[in-house]
């Protein structure tokens, strides 16, 4: 069993302010940052965002919106196709169904179109503080290879990990993980040599394991 204390500790010392990379005004312009970065950077996200609330400032604007028009800006995302129908298509419901205003419940968010369990937790904490733990690549990889939780599916990673965290830390270790997957812990060649968790981390244990054995 890791010694999830110590990781959570080490992790917050080496992320004192962990956030989302996503450049966001407010909730509008957040939901849609998350849906486009589906298979796509952060950083691309951002240069499209800049472009796309500039065309369609209010969620209003984007309810209203040419699909082809959007479908051109938003291209570099990638699927741009099926994310410039969903953002228009969450838009309409936002203003038909919830007077304008992104929701705040969950169930609320997972009702409209292109948001799934992962978009509906990182808008909960970021835009509205509520404890919510989002399981993107990162998060899986990172939490399964260092023994926060030990699980083949995202839905079992999440289970675990909200399981395993204290509540109040749900969503400051869901930015943690991502940047720690992002810049550390990549998915080819993690940089275990450099990283303040190797001596907790089940992955670095198991292979330094199975190097001292070749040796
Ligand atoms: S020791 Fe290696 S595998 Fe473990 S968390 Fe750090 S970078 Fe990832």
Do not use: A, L, M
């Given at each position: 069993m890791a010694n999830i204390k110590e990781i959570v500790a080490q992790i917050k010392m080496d992320y004192p302010n962990p956030d989302c990379e996503l450049v966001f005004k407010n909730s509008y312009e957040l939901i849609v940052a998350v849906i486009l970065s589906a298979q796509c950077t952060d950083k691309r996200v951002n240069l499209v965002t800049k472009e796309l609330f500039k065309a369609y400032p209010t969620v209003q604007d984007l309810a209203n919106a040419d699909i082809l028009a959007v479908e051109e800006i938003i291209?570099?995302?990638?699927f741009f196709r099926n994310k410039a129908k969903n953002i228009i298509a969450m838009a309409r419901d936002v203003v038909l169904k919830h007077n304008g205003e992104i929701p705040s419940k969950k169930d609320d968010l997972k009702s409209l179109a292109g948001v799934g369990e992962k978009t509906a937790n990182v808008v909960l904490a970021t835009a509205f503080g509520v404890p919510a733990i989002a399981v993107d690549t990162h998060v899986f990889r990172v939490s399964n290879r260092l023994g926060l939780a030990n699980a083949r599916t995202v839905e079992k990673t999440q289970e675990q990990l909200e399981k395993n965290l204290n509540k109040s830390d749900w969503a400051r270790m869901h930015f943690s993980l991502v940047l720690h997957g992002r810049y550390v812990c990549k998915a080819i060649n993690p940089k275990c040599e450099d990283c303040h968790l190797s001596k907790n981390c089940k992955f670095y244990l198991q292979n330094h394991k199975n190097d001292a054995k070749n040796a």
């Open positions: 291209k570099p995302c990638g």
